[in-house]
């Protein structure tokens, strides 16, 4: 009977080892983009815009919206397009008879993630803008090219910050930035206007309370108040 | 994750159910003992004590052991006759000792030796103690079925008098929208178990099963304090058993009637006047039908069966009323604050809504020896509501139909069929003279639900109702342009004109209608619903320093759930407004339009939609788990019960991928029973327990992957002017002007979406917290009975209930992407942790049948708060376990801790029966309930622009008091005549609210329908003054300052207790 005992105990708690040495890890989640029309993007200048024969004033603007959107196919999941319309474009679409196409960036996508989080686009169309004068606004060519564009896929903060290069032209001068950009974009008030931490990227915010943000630079004036968004304050992933 | 409740309204027809996994469920109860010498007060070693009963196959001997102690395990509840034997001592019986279902009780014996001359009378009746066990709860029979009004009609499964609605009897249980509360959770996380094999339904946790209670053996309703034979549900476990047959054939046919005619009057509820008003009466309902069981062989095979069909029917009355008008053009108001409405002569339409069900039920029970037996049991529930012309009533609660604010013609043309089938294999074997059992239990549960147009057409064409689109105009319009009126009433909706012809000209409509629909089905299902379990039990006996039952168990679950879901005619329209800066085909439109509001389909890139007309998903959960468990008693006095059960579950999404894992949930449960007196006649007990939750698989099917829809918005043309643009009210437009791109309205290019014309069409599955912590709860019991006099106890428990970890989703930027995991912690620890207190002291005196009466008596105080209330949204009704709105919106967390709308401080149920023997022949037995119910807390909601109304706690929960009191009192009467020795005729009147009390059971908590703000930690005092608007709703007008912002009926009743019912019944028992 002794051995019996021994016998079921045994068995019971071999059976016990085999379930709890299981890995309960959850799934690796997939190369998720927060689609929305709404990320905040700051551009970091790294070199002096030229025209190819010399120096040039024109500069890509210090920070603005983007639409961002991941597209799938159900029946090919091998294939993935990430979509970038920025708002520099699309607030001149309107003036610029060619297709509306024009003014969005696609580029192929990455189904899953590298070793270090970021799923990559690649490979993107020429996003450009041939805007006719309209009122006191000149006729202007703006050419918006995206490369090495990286979204982190960390589960903790999926599909919520991103960087990039992007490689801007208009009438004729370039320069080149890194964009570092997150989401959701939250109005924010950086010239002292501020009520409370919640109007400057802090508590009460909504925005996820890992991330490192600031406000950006002045954009333009809404309600009196110079607004701005809050734009990721360190390098993607921008965490605290 | 909240979804629009349109969904609900149009009849979505899924069983819902919590996956309720059963570890071998405890299906019998045991009897132990103690035989000593009457003389020299030794224990007598050696004795053989013989247990028979009429639901026993065979008998069941086992000896005593050196100590004097018995043990007969696996034993099915019921009436037995105990005989003790040995030479040198005179044989002893004791009879009428009642076995409940899982139940250990014990019963001593003194013996009296040949040799003792006189004769000395024994007298004492048999204990009804469960000295083995820490449970809380009460178990019902058929004495009780038959003498106390139960299963109250109307209802969820009221005509086919379902076991479900037995648990409403337990202290501290209250019926909810989906079943019955025990404990301060919901009905969805209840373990519903019919003969071994969970009954939950494997997508939503609710009960799925209504097996009549004609079928049924026992029940046990346990409430608290369980092994962890037990487990995967953290609120009560509502265990029965079937019939099984016996040695003798033995059956009854039986009828009932619930008549609307006798109904009392209903006490009409005042609200606001409405231009299509609906009124629902009871015609009748009632169920009839026949049970047989007997033998094959006798003491081998037994067979039982039985055929049950069952019907409600009730008359819904479509009424036009006209708004009357003062000359001035103002509303007519009455005393309460309501607008008048004239109903409009000859417009009545009347619809029945009918459900019918059939219950059928087959079983075996095969003893192969003294020491093995198996049983097979089949039983389905095949059950259809609605039809071509009819009306449908909710299957999941019982819910009739609204107004029909929708084309004659336009409704009441879709099917609701549900069918719950079950097939269960059960062995039962004993080894080594009883000391080691084996229980094994094999099933199928197998479930479909659909609605379906009534016309036959198949899910995904283009033909008939299925190929039908819906369409709800959302604007007020004239009731006319849709409907004809009655003759000689064609002017009732002429509006009132005021200052014709002059400059200052305002038109003032009688008959306004908002949210009217055209069109065919909206929302249509098809499900298949599985559940296969395995498990097996072993009990192995051990006398070490007193007596050990060790049990080791294993349990596994596979669960899968597949639906095809579709839109008639692949959309469902609602009446919208074109984008800000919208174009049609280059130039700026904003003129009328609608919404794609549901399509079906997705996109690759901007702008190629490809449309799916049906959606398919099949989406399967696997769990495994064991348990052990010591149930150690010390020298008769005290036993203690060492357990833990350990499950994972692990989940796989609508891709076939593994979409979330549960794992390490280790399951302790620590008890104590001490029985001070050694005699099976006194307890005090203390027991905690941590339960865990398994997540049903509705979450999975919406969010892993959600549900690829894509958006258009497209130009309206007005019903019947005959203008361009898609009219859906006139089927040929839907088929090609609702078709042509040329009418699809494009957002402005300024638009940063890279999609012009549809939107949408893109889905992935919803992120996860790496970290997600399995939902579990935490209970401890502690509590003391005394047996007072034969088959009559009293007691007192306290039992304690909270949450640990939650899982749910939710949003950071208010509902337009989610997240699932576990509130207040991990990756949403800015989130308020998720918080359900429940307290609750009951005292209470039970005595079952015998010596013609029986009473029962309960006293519970409560007290039921936190900021979660479980796996459905009581304010809304939203069934939607561990994806419910309540954490989704981070500008409305604000003011929900507080009572919970289950928190009823004093609730008292008594319930009397006794039996009048006036001849041989003929006997009468009169019962008597009473229920008495503290009212519930009153909250003050406010709307939210996406999600709509009650989802703003404006104040703090409770802030409104509480609703009052209510009292119900039901009687039965029943007279049988004996026509010969085993058969006997019954006719019973069961009389439900006997003095048809209509207390307010309901009242209306929508403050205001605006989208304002919580005002953290406000009071009355604050409104309306201090209300601020949602971000992004602001107004210039202050709140409370323009006509409408208050809800008139706020804090009047919206609905009443049922009125009294009678339910005749005739019954022929052999």
């Known amino acids: 009977m002794t051995k019996n005992i021994l016998n079921a105990a045994m068995v019971l708690v071999g059976a016990a080892g085999l379930l709890t040495g299981c890995n309960f890890d959850q799934p690796e989640a997939p190369c998720f983009v927060q689609d929305s029309t709404s990320w905040a993007a700051i551009y970091d200048s790294f070199d002096t815009p030229t025209d190819g024969t010399g120096a040039c004033e024109v500069r890509a603007p210090p920070a603005e919206l983007l639409g961002v959107y991941k597209f799938v196919d159900p029946d090919d999941l091998s294939k993935a397009e990430i979509t970038i319309r920025p708002n520099g474009l699309a607030s001149r679409a309107s003036r610029d008879p060619g297709p509306t196409t024009d003014q969005t960036a696609t580029g192929a996508f990455d189904t899953e993630p590298d070793d270090k989080g970021f799923c990559t686009g690649r490979n993107f169309t020429e996003a450009k803008v041939v805007a006719a004068a309209a009122g006191t606004n000149p006729a202007t060519n703006i050419t918006y090219q995206f490369s090495d564009v990286q979204v982190y896929a960390a589960p903790s903060l999926p599909g919520t910050q991103l960087t990039g290069q992007l490689k801007y032209t208009r009438d004729g001068c370039t320069s080149n930035y890194t964009i570092r950009a997150l989401w959701p974009a939250i109005p924010c008030f950086p010239t002292g206007d501020a009520t409370g931490p919640a109007e400057l990227c802090g508590e009460g915010s909504t925005l996820n309370p890992d991330f490192a943000a600031e406000c950006g630079p002045v954009l333009g004036t809404s309600g009196g108040r110079q607004f701005s968004y809050c734009i990721p304050a360190k390098a993607i992933p921008s965490l605290k | 994750m909240h979804f629009n409740r349109v969904l609900r309204e149009t009849g979505v027809v899924l069983a819902a159910g919590l996956l309720y996994g059963s570890a071998a469920f405890a299906q019998s109860s045991t009897m132990i003992g103690t035989v000593i010498d009457a003389q020299s007060r030794q224990p007598v070693p050696d004795v053989v004590v013989t247990a028979t009963s009429p639901n026993l196959q065979g008998e069941q001997t086992v000896v005593t052991d050196a100590q004097g102690n018995y043990r007969i395990p696996q034993l099915p509840p019921g009436v037995y006759t105990l005989r003790f034997e040995k030479e040198q001592f005179k044989p002893y019986a004791r009879s009428d000792v009642q076995l409940r279902l899982n139940r250990t009780i014990r019963v001593n014996v003194e013996l009296l030796p040949e040799s003792l001359g006189e004769v000395v009378e024994i007298v004492g009746a048999p204990p009804t103690i469960d000295v083995g066990s820490t449970t809380t709860g009460v178990n019902v029979d058929q004495e009780f079925i038959k ?23 337990a202290p501290g249980a209250q019926n909810d929208q989906y079943g019955v509360s025990i404990n301060g959770a919901t009905s969805p996380e209840n373990g519903y178990v019919v003969d071994g094999l969970s009954t939950n339904d494997p997508a939503y946790g609710v009960n799925a099963s209504p097996m009549s209670i004609e079928f049924v053996q026992d029940v046990n309703i ?23 047959g016996s040695n003798e054939f033995h059956g009854s046919v039986f009828a009932n009637l619930t008549p609307g005619t006798f109904e009392g009057n209903r006490k009409l509820i005042q609200e606001e006047g409405t231009v299509i008003s609906g009124l629902n009466e009871l015609k009748n309902l009632g169920d009839f039908g026949a049970t047989l069981g007997g033998p094959i062989l006798k003491d081998k095979l037994w067979f039982f069966a039985g055929f049950a069909p069952s019907f409600t029917r009730y008359q819904h009355t479509r009424t036009l009323n006209a708004i009357r008008l003062n000359s001035d053009g103002s509303t007519a108001i009455n005393d309460e604050g309501f607008t008048v409405v004239d109903p409009i002569a000859g417009s009545d339409r009347q619809y029945f809504a009918d459900t019918r069900t059939v219950q059928y039920m087959g079983k075996l029970t095969y003893l192969i020896n003294q020491d093995h037996n198996v049983s097979v049991a089949l039983n389905g529930t095949p059950t259809t509501t609605g039809g071509m012309g ?31 089938t079950s097939l269960a294999l059960k062995y039962a074997g004993a080894f080594m003279d009883k000391k080691v059992l084996v229980d094994a239990n094999l099933g199928w549960f197998h479930q479909t639900a659909s609605t379906l147009p009534a016309d036959g057409s198949k899910l995904g064409s283009t033909q008939g109702l299925a190929g039908y689109s819906r369409m709800t105009y959302v604007n007020p319009r004239r009731l006319t342009q849709f409907e004809n009126l009655p003759a000689g009433q064609e002017g009732a909706c002429d509006p009132l004109v005021l200052n014709e012809g002059t400059p200052e000209e305002e038109v003032i409509e009688r008959c306004p209608i908002t949210g009217y629909s055209v069109g065919g089905p909206g929302f249509m299902s098809d499900a298949k619903l599985d559940r296969y379990q395995i498990n097996a039990k072993a009990t192995y006996l051990l006398n070490a320093l ?11 679950e596979f669960l899968s759930y597949d639906q095809t879901k579709a839109y008639g005619g692949g959309v469902f329209f609602q009446e919208s407004a074109p984008y800000a800066g919208a174009t049609l085909n280059g130039a700026p439109y904003a003129g009328a339009a609608l919404a794609d509001y549901r399509r079906y ?10 449309t799916q007309l049906t959606q398919q998903s099949k989406t399967t959960s696997t769990t495994i788990g064991g348990f052990l468990q010591d149930s150690w008693s010390i020298a008769n006095r005290l036993t203690l019960n060492l357990g833990v059960r350990y499950d994972v579950q692990a989940m796989y999404g609508g891709d076939g991928e593994l979409a979330l894992i549960l794992g390490n949930q280790w399951s302790p449960r620590i008890g104590a029973i001490v029985d001070p007196f050694a005699n099976g006649r006194t307890k005090f007990f203390v027991n905690f327990a941590r339960y865990y939750e398994q997540v049903p698989l509705n979450m999975l099917d919406r969010a892993f992957p959600g549900e690829r829809r894509y958006n258009a918005r497209r130009v309206m043309a007005e019903p019947g002017t005959g203008e361009a643009g898609c009219d859906p009210s006139d089927r040929t437009s839907q088929e090609t002007e609702c078709r042509d791109p040329a009418n699809v309205i494009a957002q402005p290019e300024s638009s940063r979406n890279p999609n012009r014309l549809y939107t949408g069409g893109k889905v992935e599955n ?11 709860s935490n209970e401890l019991v502690v509590g003391g009975e005394y047996e007072l006099i034969a088959n009559t106890r009293v007691g007192a428990s306290y039992t304690y209930r909270n949450m640990n970890m939650v899982i749910e989703d939710m949003s950071r930027d208010d509902g337009n992407s989610y997240f699932l995991g576990n509130p207040g912690s991990g990756f949403a620890k800015e989130f308020p942790k998720p918080e359900r207190n429940y307290n609750n002291v009951t005292v209470y005196l039970n005595r079952t049948f015998s010596d013609g009466w029986l009473a029962q008596a309960n006293y519970t105080w409560s007290k039921l708060e936190g900021n979660y209330p479980g796996l459905f949204r009581p304010e809304t009704a939203q069934l939607d376990p561990n994806i419910l709105s309540d954490f989704d919106l981070v500008s409305l967390l604000a003011n929900r801790t507080g009572p919970l709308p289950f928190d009823r401080t004093h609730q008292i149920k008594v319930f009397g029966a006794k039996e009048f023997n006036f001849t041989n022949e003929l006997s009468a037995s009169l019962g008597l309930s009473y229920r008495g119910n503290s009212g519930t807390p009153i909250n003050y909601f406010g709307s939210h622009a996406l999600y709509g109304p009650d989802e703003s706690f404006v104040l703090p929960r409770g802030a409104g008091g509480r609703t009052p009191w209510l009292n119900v009192i039901d009687s039965n009467i029943g007279v049988n005549y004996r026509v010969s020795k085993d058969s006997v005729v019954s006719v019973t009147l069961d009389v439900f609210n006997l003095f048809n009390f209509q207390g307010v059971n309901t009242v209306d908590q929508t403050y205001t329908l605006r989208n304002v703000a919580p005002i953290a930690n406000g009071k009355p005092s604050d409104l309306p003054g201090n209300v601020t608007w949602q971000e992004g709703e602001e107004r210039d007008e202050p709140f409370g300052t323009v006509d409408g912002d208050t809800n008139p009926n706020f804090k009047n009743p919206t609905s009443y207790q049922p009125p009294r019912q009678m339910r005749l019944g005739v019954r022929y028992t052999f």
Do not use: C, M, W
């Not at chain 2, 346990?222 to 099984?244: C, D, K, Q, W």
């Not at chain 2, 009739?400 to 929708?406: C, S, T, V």
């Not at chain 2, 389909?601 to 490809?610: C, E, K, T």
């Open chain 2, 147 to 169: 003498r106390i009004a139960v299963a109250r009609p109307g209802g969820k499964g009221g005509a086919a008098r379902s076991f479900e609605s037995l648990a409403e009897l």
């Open chain 2, 222 to 244: 346990i409430t608290g304090g369980y092994l962890p034979e037990f487990g995967r549900s953290t609120g009560g476990v509502i265990n029965a058993v079937t019939r099984s």
């Open chain 2, 390 to 420: 009819k009306l449908s009533i909710n299957p999941q609660s019982g819910g009739l139909p609204g107004a029909l604010a929708a084309r004659p013609g336009d409704y009441a043309f879709t099917e609701t069929n549900a069918n719950a």
């Open chain 2, 546 to 556: 007193g007596t050990h039952v060790l049990k080791a168990g294993v349990d596994t």
């Open chain 2, 601 to 610: 389909g997705y996109q690759a890139s901007p702008d190629s939609p490809i």
């Open chain 2, 766 to 776: 919803e992120p996860i917290d790496p970290d997600i912590s399995p939902q579990s």
